[in-house]
């Protein structure tokens, strides 16, 4: 394992442009069916109640999710900046 052989040949930093992790549930996007785990159509939002409402486009299941639901996005803490 030559760990620094290679290092001229990849100088250039990788950049990663993909998409980050979409499992985790967003509000505003459908959420995978909890029927078949199909994929979700988000019909209408309820901005008063903050519930969405989706059916499956798979088995056509009608479900709500309510953003309390929803795991909490971490806004504030930088704790994990270094
Ligand atoms: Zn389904």
Redesign the pocket.
């Known amino acids: 394992m030559g760990l620094f052989s290679r290092n001229k040949d990849e100088a250039s930093p990788v950049i990663d442009l993909r998409e980050p992790e979409r499992s985790k549930p967003v509000w505003g996007s459908p959420v995978p069916?909890?029927?078949?785990?199909?994929r979700?159509y988000l019909d209408h939002i309820d901005p008063f109640r903050e519930v969405m409402f989706i059916h499956?486009?798979?088995?056509?299941?009608k479900y709500e999710m309510t953003r309390g639901e929803m795991t909490p996005v971490v806004t504030s803490t930088q704790a994990f900046t270094t």
């Open positions: 069916c909890p029927e078949c785990s199909g979700g499956c486009t798979d088995c056509y299941a």
